[in-house]
């Protein structure tokens, strides 16, 4: 299923920009879509973004969409999440996590391999 290992998170104060990494090894990550996921103490698990095999379909989560973007660079095995205009509550751990399919999807069901996460938080 291969290793994620997410990278970059910190705290940042409201209205700043945070990038986020996401480094796959031990399978094949130019074949399969990818997704960014996070949990904020108390609440379930939240579809942020998801980016197709080869970068052209991308996919965000209402509450994210227009302030934060996903990338990928199938080259050097990576995920990135920027994130502008930080509110408060985008405050969470943040998971990556490599699809099934090679087709960009907000299901969780449908991703088999999760990184251990970042923390975010944003501060008022």
């Known amino acids: 299923q291969g290793n994620l290992v997410e990278s970059g998170g910190g705290l940042v104060q409201a209205g700043g920009s945070l990038r986020v990494s996401c480094a796959a090894s031990?399978?094949?990550?130019?074949?399969?879509?990818m997704g960014w996921f996070r949990q904020a103490p108390g609440k379930e698990r939240e579809f942020v973004a998801a980016i197709g095999w080869n970068g052209v379909r991308k996919d965000y989560g209402d509450s994210v969409k227009d302030r934060f973007t996903i990338s990928r660079d199938n080259a050097k095995n990576t995920l990135y999440l920027q994130m502008n205009s930080l509110k408060p509550e985008d405050t969470a751990v943040y998971y990556c996590?490599?699809?099934?399919?090679?087709?960009?999807?907000?299901?969780?069901?449908?991703?088999?391999?999760w990184g251990q996460g970042t923390q975010v938080t944003v501060s008022s």
């Open positions: 996590a490599a699809s099934r399919t090679s087709y960009s999807t907000s299901r969780p069901e449908q991703y088999d391999s």
């Open positions: 031990g399978r094949t990550f130019g074949g399969y879509a």
